[in-house]
Structures are given as C-alpha cells and as structure tokens.
C-alpha cells in the first residue's frame, strides 16, 4: 500500500466516522471537497473493499455503501491521537 492509499484510506473512515454510513459516490465527493483528494469512484469502491476486508467497515458493492465499524472507529480514535 502507498502513502497515497493509506491516506485516502484514513480519509474514508474518517469521513464514515462522523457520518455512520454514506454511498460511495458522497465519500468520493467528500474526498475532493473536504480532503482536497481527487478520486474516481472506481478507487473509491476499491478503498471500501479494502477495508471491509480488514474489518474497518461494512461494504455493500450492489447499493455502494458503506458503514463504519467499532474496529474502524477504534482506528480513527488513534489517529486523532496521533495529530
């Protein structure tokens, strides 16, 4: 994964942190317009994929979308420590 990834990534929970659930399509525009991040729709459902595999949210790819999880918002909760 690159730093590009991994930042788009905490992007993502950070913005389901707040909202609980959201479609793709308002992640990636939320992306643009809040993270300053431009992203294809494409990435963004991969980015969803990739982190429903590791448990950080649940993903429908049918309706495209996305709720956060305890475990994706314990991840969250760290990085706002970190910064």
Do not use: C
Request: hydrophobic share 40%; proline share 1%; net charge negative.
């Amino acid at each position: 994964m690159t730093e590009a990834d991994r930042r788009r990534r905490n992007n993502l929970l950070a913005t389901l942190a707040f909202a609980g659930q959201a479609p793709a399509r308002e992640l990636r525009n939320e992306l643009e317009t809040v993270h300053n991040i431009a992203v294809t729709l494409d990435r963004v459902d991969s980015d969803l994929r990739a982190l429903a595999e590791i448990g950080a949210v649940r993903y429908d790819s049918q309706l495209r979308l996305a709720q956060i999880t305890a475990e994706g918002r314990e991840h969250t909760q760290q990085l706002r420590e970190m910064f």
